[in-house]
């Protein structure tokens, strides 16, 4: 499962949301708004939006092979890395809310996948060039985590009610704040680039992996309060999870 083209991204993406509505799985929550941001940087390029183009959209196209591939992994029972293992894995837990199914996606691809990708479309000479580009690319992530949040709060308004009253909001976006994100991101772009052994670089991933891998205990590992707020919000989610991918999309789609 491998994509060449952006426009093979955004059908393939569809694909794994047409799947796990049949599967009556979660991870076609993540699928569907990750194809909302491929299609919203495909819309930008030859705007005069990104410096480069061919290179952002072969950036994009890299990055997005790296979800496809963990996910295609995950199906056929084959190793993957730890973020995208515990992103996975969590996809069985049914006491998680949609939110925390997001993020745990999210914190795989952004903060380990990204920063591999913009490695590999570089080189030390001209990684500097790619910066500005990188930077527009978080600008479009960016406004997916706000959109998330807005977007869950008009299908499920229970969710951001309940949070805000438990004063959580911020504790539980904190270390998803995609400035962090962008620049620990890129700050992992410019070491990985550095190192030309192949032994060398997958030594650097694997070391990220560990850090992003713990991150994503955050995510589901909660104290008893917070907890009983989830449960509460899970209650509130109400249908199967094809019911939950359908509302997402018709939320996504609005546009």
Do not use: C
């Not at 032994?199 to 995510?219: F, H, T």
């Not at 008893?224 to 707020?229: D, K, L, Y």
Request: neutral net charge; charged residues 25%.
């Amino acid at each position: 499962m491998v994509a060449n083209t952006i426009d093979e991204v955004i059908e393939i993406l569809g694909n794994i949301i047409e799947n796990s509505k049949k599967d009556e799985s979660t991870l076609g929550y993540f699928a569907s708004l990750y194809q909302k941001v491929t299609i919203s940087v495909k819309n930008k390029l030859h705007t005069n939006y990104f410096d480069d183009d061919a290179r952002m959209e072969k950036l994009d196209v890299m990055f997005a092979n790296r979800y496809l591939l963990a996910y295609s992994n995950y199906k056929q029972g084959k190793p993957n890395t730890k973020s995208w293992d515990s992103a996975f894995k969590a996809s069985k837990q049914n006491s998680l809310i949609v939110l925390q199914h997001l993020l745990l996606g999210m914190n795989a691809h952004i903060n380990l996948d990204l920063g591999i990708a913009a490695a590999e479309v570089s080189d030390v000479s001209s990684i500097d060039t790619l910066h500005s580009d990188f930077n527009k690319i978080n600008a479009v992530l960016a406004d997916l985590v706000e959109e998330v949040q807005e977007d869950l709060s008009k299908i499920w308004p229970t969710l951001v009610k309940i949070l805000k009253f438990a004063n959580k909001v911020d504790d539980f976006f904190i270390n998803f704040s995609m400035s962090i994100a962008r620049d620990g991101a890129w700050k992992f772009a410019n070491e990985l680039v550095t190192q030309k052994e192949i032994k060398s670089r997958e030594q650097y991933i694997a070391i990220r992996d560990d850090k992003i891998a713990a991150l994503s205990k955050s995510i589901t590992v909660h104290k008893i309060v917070v907890r009983i707020i989830f449960f509460i919000v899970r209650i509130g989610e109400r249908g199967k999870p094809s019911d939950k991918i359908k509302a997402l999309e018709k939320v996504i789609k609005r546009e």
